[in-house]
């Protein structure tokens, strides 16, 4: 089955600086990869996503690259606020196929100080 | 769009008594609903896939006997641990799927079982 890397598992920044996250996958035939935001205690959100006809994307202050030859991914902050502060977990799928599993990465703990 | 909600959103029961939450998306019809367990400071492990009118699927090492899921309508999914014992003490997190591919996830349900 598929298997996701996630590093590092914890991030310390400055507010302003930007903050690179960066996941590999296993599994070739992977397509979708979302990557969530949660707080302590509360929901994963998901924050960007891309799939893999797309090598980058970008949204504001947040950005996603894709390697598919390489089997990694890495999500970017830039500008980096305290509010940022917050677990991220990377995740792979299969997608296309009716419904998909998604497979996490163990997370990074991002923090961001003021 | 795309609200997924969950109830309760904790619980405290004895040990030996069973236990129901429900995962309702809000704003959209989802014939495929997810089930996640979360331990502290770890990342998401997918429990079961649960299909609209059909059984659900569990993974590897999930008793289906003990977490019990019912996917009654496109928009409820069920999940039932039944005689619960304090190892059951989790994080219990549902998602649904408006679309292919992207899972948003319900805001959880913290079980503490004495």
């Known amino acids: 089955g598929e298997n996701v890397e996630q590093h590092p598992s914890t991030l310390s920044v400055q507010e302003g600086d930007s903050a690179v996250i960066k996941c590999t996958y296993s599994?070739?035939?992977?397509?979708?990869f979302p990557w969530y935001k949660q707080e302590l205690g509360k929901r994963p959100q998901l924050i960007i996503d891309i799939r893999s006809n797309v090598g980058e994307k970008k949204d504001q202050r947040i950005a996603v690259t894709l390697n598919k030859t390489a089997k990694h991914f890495s999500l970017h902050i830039t500008e980096t606020q305290p509010e940022d502060s917050a677990v991220y977990f990377c995740?792979?799928?299969?997608?296309?196929?009716?419904?998909?599993?998604?497979?996490f990465g163990k997370g990074t703990m991002l923090l961001v100080s003021p | 769009g795309a609200v997924v909600s969950q109830h309760p959103s904790w619980v405290i029961c004895k040990s030996g008594t069973s236990v129901k939450i429900e995962c309702r998306s809000l704003d959209f019809q989802a014939t495929t609903m997810f089930w996640y367990r979360q331990f502290p400071k770890q990342s998401l492990m997918l429990m079961a896939t649960s299909n609209e009118g059909s059984k659900a699927t569990y993974e590897q090492g999930v008793e289906k006997d003990k977490f019990l899921i019912n996917h009654a309508s496109l928009t409820l999914s069920t999940l039932t641990v039944t005689s619960a014992h304090p190892e059951d003490s989790s994080f219990y997190i549902c998602?649904?799927?408006?679309?292919?591919?992207?899972?948003?996830f319900g805001p959880g349900t913290r079980l503490t079982v004495l």
């Open positions: 599994d070739s035939a992977s397509n979708y």
């Open positions: 998602s649904a799927t408006p679309r292919v591919d992207t899972q948003y």
């Open positions: 995740a792979a799928s299969k997608g296309g196929s009716g419904y998909s599993t998604l497979t």
